[in-house]
């Protein structure tokens, strides 16, 4: 453990915005660009942001994990823009505020191509500093709590360095997240980006992808279908579970606050794999079988968010218990599903 508080500090002034924001008679909105608003967080976080009618927003995805029917209800709208590009591309547009999601976020998603994943989270990255190097723009980076790696502390506060397999399966994403945060923090310093970190646990909501592959959402779709609940051994693994507008509302804070983290935006209520699959189990269909199958290399034994920090600085914390949050997701899946709740 070490203290990293005086990372936070630059010699450099931030870059101008455009003069537009200093004409006196032009009274622009906030310009937002969302990368990754196209998958599960990003496109809730679209929802809240065009709640404010002072908000432009403008997606960019690449739609390998999210899709463009989680912005219908948007498309169209005069304040909403969509771009099909991929963010290890260059993008060059004119925007205040970044917030920067794109990066496959479900295992088996970024370990299909891991190269593809380190280069979205590495060059990736780079492009979304450069855009806000160039047009004085502040980004949020969202971070993870996979940066902890196995932890060996528990639980995990900001100031806990990690406990990373570099070479591991795991590593395109984890270690791709670690240098993501070192950029953010490289730009700040060396040219006086306004930056943003937060360190995202396990989130649960609708809209996941039903085939997505992360535990809540197989654990309902498999109990929706009547199939066993596949717990990977040894099923007393941990995660803390935080509910999607808990979490909107943690990253516009941080977005909107003074400090530039790393922030732990998570629900601190943990459980194990075999209790969660027990509470799917009783709140969704009590007659299904719960079957040990086989882990992943390198899955992390345990995992809970220390949020004083998000306390003290954002005064933040989730509100949704998990038991409230998972009827609100079933209602969602049984929808998409065809399954209708039996009476
Ligand atoms: N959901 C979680 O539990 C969780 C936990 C920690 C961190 N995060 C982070 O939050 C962010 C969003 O996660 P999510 O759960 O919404 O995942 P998601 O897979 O639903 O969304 C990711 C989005 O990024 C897009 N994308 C991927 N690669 C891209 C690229 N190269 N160019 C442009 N777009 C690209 C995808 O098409 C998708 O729309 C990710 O950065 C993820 O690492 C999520
Ligand atoms: O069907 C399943 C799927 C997963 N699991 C277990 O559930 C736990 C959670 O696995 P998930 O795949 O949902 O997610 P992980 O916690 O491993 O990684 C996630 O962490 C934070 C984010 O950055 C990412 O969204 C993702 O990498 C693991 O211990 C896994 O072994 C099951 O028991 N059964």
Redesign the pocket.
């Known amino acids: 453990m070490a203290n990293n508080g005086e990372n936070q500090t630059t010699t450099k002034p931030p870059p101008l915005p455009s003069p537009l924001r200093f004409s006196k008679f032009f009274q622009s909105n906030m310009r937002i660009l969302v990368?990754?608003?196209?998958?599960?967080?990003?496109s809730h976080l679209v929802d809240k942001l065009m709640e404010n009618e002072k908000n432009e927003v403008i997606v960019?995805?690449?739609?390998?994990?999210?899709?463009k029917d989680n912005l219908k209800k948007w498309i169209g709208h005069p304040r909403f823009e969509l771009i099909r590009?991929?963010?290890?591309e260059p993008l060059l547009i004119e925007v205040d505020q970044i917030y920067h999601?794109?990066?496959?976020?479900?295992p088996i998603?970024y370990k299909y191509n891991p190269v593809?994943t380190i280069?979205?989270n590495v060059i990736?990255t780079l492009n979304m500093l450069g855009l806000a190097k160039r047009v004085g723009a502040r980004i949020l980076l969202?971070?993870?709590?996979?940066v902890y790696g196995d932890p060996l502390i528990h639980p995990q506060p900001e100031t806990y360095w990690g406990n990373v397999n570099p070479i591991g399966v795991r590593s395109c994403?984890d270690e791709g997240?670690r240098v993501a945060e070192t950029l953010m923090f490289d730009y700040h310093r060396q040219h006086g980006i306004q930056i943003r970190i937060a360190r995202?646990?396990?989130?649960?909501g609708p809209r996941?992808?039903i085939d997505?592959g992360?535990v809540v959402s197989n654990f309902i779709a498999q109990a929706l279908r009547g199939e066993p609940l596949t717990v990977q051994k040894p099923g007393t693994q941990t995660r803390s579970f935080c509910y999607v507008s808990d979490m909107v509302d943690g990253l516009i804070r941080l977005m909107e606050g003074e400090n530039t983290g790393p922030v732990n935006i998570g629900n601190p209520g943990e459980f194990t794999m075999l209790e969660l699959a027990e509470t799917v189990k009783e709140l969704i269909n009590p007659e299904i079988e719960i079957k040990m199958v086989e882990n992943t290399p390198d899955d992390p034994r345990q995992r809970k968010p220390d949020i004083s920090k998000a306390k003290e600085l954002l005064g933040w914390e989730p509100k949704v218990k998990l038991r409230d949050g998972l009827p609100l997701m079933e209602e969602d899946f049984r929808s998409r599903l065809g399954v209708p709740k039996r009476n």
Not at 35 to 41: H, K, Y
Not at 60 to 67: E, K, L, P, R
Request: contains cysteine; proline residues 2%; aromatic residues 14%.
């Open positions: 990368t990754g608003g196209a998958g599960f967080i990003g960019a995805d690449n739609y390998f994990t999210g899709s590009h991929d963010v290890t999601l794109a990066c496959p976020a479900s998603f593809k280069k979205t990736g969202t971070s993870t709590s996979e994403y997240k995202i646990f396990n989130t649960y996941m992808n997505d992360r």
